[in-house]
């Protein structure tokens, strides 16, 4: 009776801390949908949740529409968010889904037992490119 008791809230509290999180990440991406420009804060947060293989549309529902798409008007495979000034968020494509995410100019939020989302590495696990 005791293991299924501890069970129950354990199940109830996990319950708990993931919505509490999806609402958490719901205030971030009203708030960045909203405010251009002046949402470090809420980049932060959000970046985490941008994980390898979600669809464009999610991402779009996500951050909303980005300020650039590629690097020619004709390309669409790399969005680009301004997060404050010069400070970026970089949403890669291919197939509709995400293969790679940058945080430029700001750092991600990390969570406890989580991956970091979308392939960021910390500059620092980055291979140099001055190395063979």
Known sequence: MKKTLFAVIATLLCVSLASAETNRIAAASTVFR?????????????????????????????????????????????????????TLLVVHFTNDCIVKTEAVGFEPEQRTGQQQGGGYSPPAARPSKLTP
């Not at 470090?40 to 994980?51: D, H, S």
């Not at 669809?55 to 008007?73: F, I, M, Q, S």
């Not at 390309?75 to 404050?84: A, L, Q, R």
């Open 34 to 86: 909203q405010r251009p420009g002046f949402r470090t804060k809420e980049a932060r947060i959000l970046f985490p949740a941008l994980t390898n293989g979600m669809h464009r549309a999610d991402v779009k529902t996500l951050l909303g529409d980005p300020e650039w798409k590629g690097v020619l008007a004709s390309s669409s495979n790399e969005w680009t968010y301004s997060v404050f000034y010069s």
